[in-house]
């Protein structure tokens, strides 16, 4: 997968639109193989990343769990020692 799609699910505040489209945005740029595409297929990835967005909202609206909600913070903060750890301090 690719690593700049971020886990959307569980949050508090849920996933905004915003974050919901930039994952679909990067779901097909690597499924493309393309970051921006050519005049001729832009209408073909501009629909797929429609399609996407949709699928993803229905999808997280429909997940249930019983975690209780993550929190922005924590896990920006727990991402940036992992990236420290793996990468050296920045």
Do not use: W
């Not at 690593?3 to 919901?20: C, G, K, M, S």
């Not at 990067?26 to 297929?41: F, I």
């Not at 073909?44 to 429609?50: K, L, P, R, T």
Request: net charge positive; with cysteine; hydrophobic share 40%.
């Amino acid at each position: 997968m690719c690593r700049n799609i971020r886990v959307l699910h569980n949050f508090e505040p849920p996933a905004t639109d915003d974050e919901v489209r930039a994952a679909a945005v990067q779901y097909v740029r690597k499924v493309s193989g393309s970051t921006h595409p050519a005049a001729v297929n832009q209408e073909a990835f501009d629909a797929a990343v429609e399609a996407v967005t949709a699928a993803t909202r229905t999808l997280l609206d429909a997940l249930v769990t019983k975690a209780p909600p993550r929190d922005r913070e924590v896990e920006a903060a727990k991402a940036k020692e992992r990236a420290a750890a793996r990468y050296g301090p920045r």
